[in-house]
């Protein structure tokens, strides 16, 4: 009677113990900004006679907070509206917000671990299926803390398995590069990137805050967006 190889693959990260969790953020109620809503969703509203801009508060980002934001300028010039024209601070230090370029380097460095940790699983599990050891078990860490483990009990060598095993590896890898390539797109397509903005034109997109590693929340964030000579601020009450 046959035997079937039974292989069990567990993947975890370990990461901060706030990681993951979605934070709540609202605008808060000030004599310069509107509170509007969408749907449900918060938007603040700085209008000036320069211009004027919304800032909602979207999904987190793998643990950084996000923004969409819209500019309409309503000034007699053209006005430049990039990353580089808005301040972010979260009491007394500054929030780098992230560019295009170093959003698609960091969804380009996830995908290549995920791929690793897939062709090290499905590896690991082929070769498994090789041997005639009656159990195995494997443990790698890689780097940020990534554990990926492979165990299992065997009884006999069986080649089908381990074609199967190499194909869904192959499989898993291919689709990771699939998703990254539309990550890509989107990012190059909605992340906001220097702009120039002509009179009575809008422009926007979103904005995604570098992670602000050690934060204790409740807490406010500042947003400030230097657009021309008009200055627009925003707050924002942040809290578990």
């Known amino acids: 009677m046959k035997k079937f190889v039974t292989v069990f693959v567990a993947l975890a990260m370990c990461s901060p113990a706030w990681a993951g969790k979605e934070l709540r953020v609202v605008p808060r109620e000030a004599e310069h900004q509107t509170i509007r809503y969408l749907k449900g969703s918060p938007t603040a509203d700085v209008d000036l006679p320069q211009g004027a801009v919304q800032v909602t508060p979207l999904a987190m980002d793998h643990g950084k907070l996000s923004f969409s934001v819209v500019y309409w300028n309503k000034g007699a010039a053209p006005v430049n509206f990039g990353v580089e024209s808005i301040a972010v601070t979260y009491k007394d230090r500054i929030v780098p917000v992230l560019s295009a370029e170093e959003l698609i380097k960091r969804a380009k460095s996830r995908a290549m671990w995920t791929q690793v940790a897939i062709a090290m699983v499905a590896g690991a599990a082929a070769a498994a299926s090789a041997t005639t050891t009656d159990h195995y078990r494997s443990t790698t860490y890689g780097p940020g803390g990534r554990r990926y483990s492979t165990y299992g009990s065997f009884t006999r060598s069986n080649p089908q398995a381990v074609a199967l095993y ?24 909605e992340v906001i990137q220097t702009t120039t903005v002509d ?12 992670k602000i590693n050690g934060a204790k929340w409740p807490a406010h964030i500042v947003l400030q967006m230097k657009l021309g000579e008009a200055t627009y601020p925003f707050t924002f009450d942040v809290s578990n």
């Open 199 to 210: 009179p009575d034109d809008s422009y926007g997109g979103i904005i995604v805050l570098e």
């Open 166 to 189: 190499s194909a869904a590896g192959a499989a898993g890898v291919y689709a990771v590069q699939t998703r990254l390539d539309e990550t890509r797109q989107i990012l190059g397509d």
